[in-house]
């Protein structure tokens, strides 16, 4: 059964350093998601994305978070100065069709740790 | 408040017993999710159950919504120890996401 991927599982950083995470998705699917949940807490929505272009943020993803569909496979999500408060699991998702009408298909998650 | 609130926080029963978990939001939404959640793991997607939909079931699992009353169940027939995870409801309220709930721990214990 086709599943999204996420790499990698685990990912230690120093603060103020960038990182990319990186997620494969369905292979079919037409939109893109990136949550994050703090640990103990609720996930939370980052973004969303469809036609190569972000459709929702929310008020986390600031302008230390970008977004991106650099080939037909891959979707990224880049912290350009990380901070302590990101430290989180980020989930990446992926759906056929928008979400009012359809699952949403969650990867395993990139623990990101920043020190 | 938030969103997709579920209730209980935690649950504990016996393997066989069945096991509830109810969901509440507060806008009008176009379908609504369960996900499980095993620890420190990823979201498994259980069952979406859209807004004109009543009653959905998948296996041993039984989903139920209620627009007028904004709430949702998820009932789990026949409990395995397999079962113990978190479980969380997530609402699509026509804005290209989700929001979920805080989430029920469920433990099933032997």
């Known amino acids: 059964e086709p599943e999204v991927t996420q790499t990698p599982s685990h990912q230690v950083t120093q603060m103020g350093q960038e990182v990319i995470l990186r997620c494969v998705p369905i292979?079919?699917?037409?939109?893109f998601y990136w949550y994050r949940q703090i640990l103990g807490q609720k996930v939370e929505f980052l973004v969303s994305f469809y036609n190569n272009e972000i459709s929702e943020k929310s008020e986390i993803f600031d302008d230390q978070f970008s977004v991106e569909r650099p080939d037909g496979s891959n979707f990224t999500l880049k912290i350009r100065s990380t901070k302590l408060e990101d430290s989180a699991m980020y989930f990446c998702?992926?759906?056929?069709?928008?979400?009012?009408?359809?699952?949403?298909?969650f990867g395993p998650g990139t623990r990101l740790t920043v020190l | 408040s938030q969103q997709g609130e579920e209730d209980p926080q935690a649950l504990s029963i016996q393997e066989g017993e069945n096991a509830t978990m109810n969901c509440s939001y507060k806008t009008s939404i176009n379908n609504l999710q369960w996900y499980r959640q095993n620890s420190g793991r990823g979201l498994v997607h259980l069952i979406l159950?859209?807004?004109?939909?009543r009653e959905k079931h998948s296996g041993r699992l039984r989903v139920t919504l209620d627009t007028s009353k904004k709430s949702s169940s998820l009932l789990i027939t026949a409990s395995r120890a397999a079962d113990t995870a978190s479980y969380f409801c997530a609402t699509d309220q026509g804005a290209q996401k989700l929001v979920f709930g805080q989430g029920t721990r469920l433990t099933i214990n032997p």
């Open positions: 159950i859209r807004s004109n939909e």
């Open positions: 998702a992926s759906s056929s069709q928008g979400p009012s009408t359809d699952t949403q298909y």
């Open positions: 292979s079919n699917h037409l939109y």
